[in-house]
């Protein structure tokens, strides 16, 4: 994919989808945060059923650790891994009361110090909370990056690179969210759904690519 369709790609998403939202439900930067570190090898649909639950009762640091690690546990048991979710929950919870006066902090390197939360999570965080243009590829955007060309690399940090070098600077801060609802819903892993793909053209994996 090179630069002319690079922009187009971009272009055509934005206008599809002028102001993208991540699909998980939050009120607020430490109910984000809860969120997207539970969302990890479980969906958004899944999570957003567990974290209605737990933030009716508990959607602060304090309030968590008021709940307790077992009870916390038994709210979020409907996800995959609940077990050591809640155990990172409970301690990261503790460290924001103890280290950060219960606020989410705004540097990388604070929020990967976080137990549970690795370098996507931390990305989601910064873009969705704090507007900051990072890239939190996920299996979505890093099979959408290959697949269409637009960000190959062989693994996760890899595509993250090439996106920040390659999708203009206009597209930045919205991009993740387009790559991943792109990736989601219609360039699925099974079989991508070409025929109903507003950038097919534009794709080096597309039926049409080999005609270029």
């Known amino acids: 994919m090179n630069k002319t369709q690079i922009r187009e790609f971009f272009e055509i998403l934005r206008a599809a989808n002028p102001s993208p ?17 539970l969302s990890a090898q479980a969906t958004d649909v899944g999570v957003n059923k567990a974290t209605r639950r737990l933030f009716v009762v508990a959607n602060t640091p304090q309030k968590i650790l008021d709940l307790g690690e ?27 009361v103890e280290q950060y006066d219960s606020q989410v902090p705004r540097s990388r390197e604070a929020l990967e110090s976080l ?11 910064l873009n969705v909370a704090f507007g900051e ?15 269409t060309g637009l960000a190959p690399g062989k693994n996760v940090l890899e595509v993250e690179q090439q996106l ?7 597209f930045l801060v919205d991009a993740h969210h387009w790559l991943i609802l792109h990736g989601r819903y219609v360039c699925q892993a099974r079989r991508p759904l070409c025929e109903r793909c507003a950038v097919v053209a534009q794709c080096d994996s597309a039926p049409m690519a080999a005609a270029r």
């Open 21 to 37: 939202q991540t699909e998980l439900e939050y009120a607020s930067v430490f109910e984000l945060l809860a969120a997207v570190l």
């Open 70 to 96: 077992e009870k916390l546990a038994d709210a979020i048991k409907t996800i995959g891994l609940y077990k050591t979710k809640a155990k990172n929950l409970y301690a990261t919870c503790r460290i924001l």
């Open 115 to 125: 137990p549970g939360v690795g370098r996507k999570t931390a990305n989601v965080v």
């Open 133 to 147: 243009a990072t890239m939190a590829v996920d299996t979505h955007i890093f099979r959408v990056g290959n697949r």
């Open 164 to 170: 920040l070098r390659r999708v203009p600077e206009e």
